[in-house]
Nanobody, 119 residues
C-alpha cells in the first residue's frame, strides 16, 4: 500500500498559523489528520470523506480547517491560533474502498511531520 507523504510542519509561536499538506495516493474513501504528542496516544484531529462529511476533535474546532481534493488525492490542514498543546507529530492517513464500495476500517499512515508551538 502507498504511504501518504506529509509536508508543512515546523515551529511557530502561540497564536500563529501553519498549513499541512499531504499526498495520499490510492482509491480513497476518506482521509484524515491524526496527531501524537510524546507520552500520549495518537488521536484523530480531523477527517473528511468523499461526501465532504467532516469531523473535528473538540480541541481544534474553530481553529483548524481540513480540505481535500479526492481527484488529486491531496489533503490539507489549515491550523490557526495555534496553542502549545497542539505540539505533536501530525500524521496524514487514508482509508480505501473495500468490497461493495464500503469504506475500509483501516487507516494507512504517513510518517508524520512535526509541529512545535512555543509560548
Amino acid at each position: 500500500q502507498v504511504q501518504p507523504v506529509e509536508s508543512g510542519g515546523g515551529s511557530v509561536q502561540a497564536g500563529g498559523s501553519l498549513k499541512l499538506s499531504c499526498v495520499a495516493s490510492g482509491n480513497n474513501c476518506a482521509m484524515g489528520w491524526f496527531r501524537q504528542a510524546p507520552g500520549n496516544e495518537r488521536e484523530l484531529v480531523s477527517s473528511i470523506n468523499r461526501d465532504e462529511a467532516i469531523t473535528y476533535a473538540d480541541s481544534v474546532k474553530g481553529r483548524f480547517a481540513i480540505s481535500a481534493d479526492f481527484a488529486k488525492n491531496t489533503l490539507y490542514l489549515q491550523m490557526n491560533d495555534l496553542k502549545t498543546e497542539d505540539t505533536a507529530t501530525y500524521f496524514c492517513a487514508r482509508r480505501e474502498y473495500a468490497i461493495f464500495r464500503t469504506c475500509a476500517a483501516s487507516w494507512y499512515w504517513g510518517r508524520g511531520t512535526q509541529v512545535t508551538v512555543s509560548s
